[in-house]
Nanobody, 121 residues
Framework: QVQLVESGGGLVQAGGSLRLSCAAS????????MGWYRQAPGKQRELVAT???????NYADSVKGRFTISRDNAKNTVILQMNSLKPEDTAVYYC???????????????WGQGTQVTVSS
């Protein structure tokens, strides 16, 4: 089983920055893709940014130019650097990783517990 632990959320004023981190642990053979999603009150969970192991990235239009996703393969960690934050970025942010476990070489699709990001105007 693969567990994800997030850190780095908090309260920040508009225009400020936050850095989210998500570390995976467990029986990991390979991570194929890492990503961040968010869910605001009363809204559906939406994609923020994703990255594959070969470095391809994908960003929501609303965060392009402000957010950057990166990874540390050696530490099985994905990071989301968020700059120029806006009140509409307020949400619970979830990390996600998809890959293969060492146990039976079965696939996994794991989610973090979520971290609150609040941007005040």
């Amino acid at each position: 089983q693969v567990q994800l632990v997030e850190s780095g959320g908090g309260l920040v004023q508009a225009g400020g920055s936050l850095r989210l981190s998500c570390a995976a642990s467990g029986s990991i053979f390979r991570i194929n893709a890492m990503g961040w999603y968010r869910q605001a009150p009363g809204k559906q969970r939406e994609l923020v940014a994703t990255m594959t192991t070969d470095g391809n990235t994908n960003y929501a239009d609303s965060v392009k130019g402000r957010f950057t996703i990166s990874r540390d393969n050696a530490k099985n960690t994905v990071i989301l650097q968020m700059n120029s934050l806006k009140p509409e970025d307020t949400a619970v942010y979830y990390c996600n990783m998809v890959g293969v476990q060492t146990i039976g070489f079965s696939g996994f699709n794991s989610w973090g517990q979520g971290t609150q990001v609040t941007v005040s105007s």
